[in-house]
């Protein structure tokens, strides 16, 4: 069974604090993805890593950085964090390919006051 | 460019009711892949199905049954019966082309509330 895991489901920052939210799976994929997730908008990529240290930019990486320095590792930065990055966050991953499905963590719900 | 709209926001049934939930993708890619997701209130989505473009046979898994049909771009979803458990947030996606990317473009859910 493929196992993606976040290091929190719930944390609360203050504005303008570094804030670090983990990712690890267990199934060799190569591709890692982050989202973020608010109501009516849907799942959002913020960014994706298809290799160790490498890393694109998702549709939303203002604000944003990551970091993979081992495959099963993906790590998501918010440098400097603000009240509108208050929302879900997911981590999830896959196989290469446009075939795979992805498979997702349990979510990390933010809240930065 | 490519987009998926799941245009029911919300739908509430009552237990025992059957409900589609729609998806319409645009692509210009020939090759692409489609899927869905459930989420249910705990949060973590769950992969339901994959659908390549190039099969359109409709498929059934148990109360679950979805409709491909490539001349209309859409990719429905029928629950028969519907229950409680099945109370989630639906997501539709699309593989992002060109390219193998392994990207996903995804609509902007279904809320899902079946009353007992």
């Known amino acids: 069974d493929v196992k993606v895991t976040q290091s929190s489901r719930y944390l609360v920052k203050r504005t303008g604090e570094k804030v670090f939210l983990e990712c690890v799976q267990d199934m060799d994929h190569e591709n890692m993805f982050w989202y973020r997730q608010d109501p009516g908008l849907g799942l959002r990529l913020i960014y994706f890593s298809y290799d160790v240290k490498m890393k694109e930019k998702g549709d939303i990486p203002e604000g944003y950085s990551v970091s993979r320095e081992k495959k099963e590792r993906f790590s998501l930065i918010l440098e400097s964090a603000s009240t509108n990055q208050t929302s879900m966050y997911l981590c999830?991953?896959?196989?290469?390919?446009?075939?795979?499905?992805?498979?997702f963590g349990p979510g990390t719900r933010l809240t930065v006051t | 460019a490519q987009k998926v709209t799941q245009a029911q926001t919300e739908i509430s049934v009552v237990e025992k009711e059957d409900v589609t939930l729609d998806c319409v993708y645009e692509?210009?890619?020939?090759?692409?892949?489609l899927f869905w997701y459930k989420q249910p209130p705990s949060g973590e989505l769950v992969f339901l199905i994959r659908?390549?473009?190039?099969?359109?046979q409709n498929e059934i898994s148990g109360r679950y049954s979805w409709n491909f049909q490539k001349s209309t771009s859409s990719f429905n979803f029928t629950i028969t019966a519907s229950q409680v458990v099945d109370s989630a947030v639906y997501f539709c996606?699309?593989?992002?082309?060109?390219?193998?990317?392994?990207?996903?473009?995804f609509g902007q859910g279904t809320t899902l509330q079946v009353k007992p």
């Open positions: 999830a991953s896959s196989s290469s390919g446009s075939s795979y499905e992805q498979y």
């Open positions: 659908r390549n473009s190039f099969d359109e």
């Open positions: 996606a699309l593989s992002e082309a060109p390219g193998n990317t392994g990207k996903l473009i």
């Open positions: 692509t210009r890619d020939t090759t692409y892949y």
